[in-house]
Nanobody, 119 residues
Framework: QVQLVESGGGLVQPGGSLRLSCAAS????????MGWYRQAPGKQRELVAT???????YYADSVRGRFIISRDNVRNTVYLQMNSLKPEDTAVYYC?????????????WGQGTQVTVSA
C-alpha cells in the first residue's frame, strides 16, 4: 500500500504564499501521476494540478500562473507552491498519487491539509 503524508497548510493573508508537500511511502514499485485536489466547504472536490512521471504538468484555469507543481522522484514527494493566494483558494487540499502496487495501478489519497486565505 501507499501512505501519503501532507504538510505545509495554514493561514495566510491574501496575496501571500504557501508551499504544500506530500511524501509517499510504502510498498509500491513506481508512481505515475502525482497531483493536488481541493475541496471547499459545500463544494465538490476539484483538480488543482497534476504532474506526470516525466514532468508534464496540468493546471486548473483558476490557479494557472499562480501555482506551481513539482516533484522529487528520489524522495517520492510532490510539492505545490501557491503564490498570490486569494480567499477563494481556501479549502482542504488533498494529495493524490497513481502508484503501481503489486501488478496494479491505483489511486491513493492523503489525509488533507487546510489552507485558509483570510485577512
Amino acid at each position: 500500500q501507499v501512505q501519503l503524508v501532507e504538510s505545509g497548510g495554514g493561514l495566510v493573508q491574501p496575496g501571500g504564499s504557501l508551499r504544500l508537500s506530500c511524501a509517499a511511502s510504502g510498498r509500491f514499485f513506481s508512481i505515475n501521476d502525482m497531483g493536488w485536489y481541493r475541496q471547499a466547504p459545500g463544494k465538490q472536490r476539484e483538480l488543482v494540478a497534476t504532474i506526470g512521471s516525466g514532468g508534464n504538468t496540468y493546471y486548473a484555469d483558476s490557479v494557472r500562473g499562480r501555482f506551481i507543481i513539482s516533484r522529487d522522484n528520489v524522495r517520492n514527494t510532490v510539492y505545490l507552491q501557491m503564490n498570490s493566494l486569494k480567499p477563494e483558494d481556501t479549502a482542504v487540499y488533498y494529495c493524490n498519487v497513481y502508484a503501481l502496487v503489486g501488478m496494479r495501478f491505483s489511486n491513493y489519497w492523503g489525509q488533507g491539509t487546510q489552507v485558509t486565505v483570510s485577512a
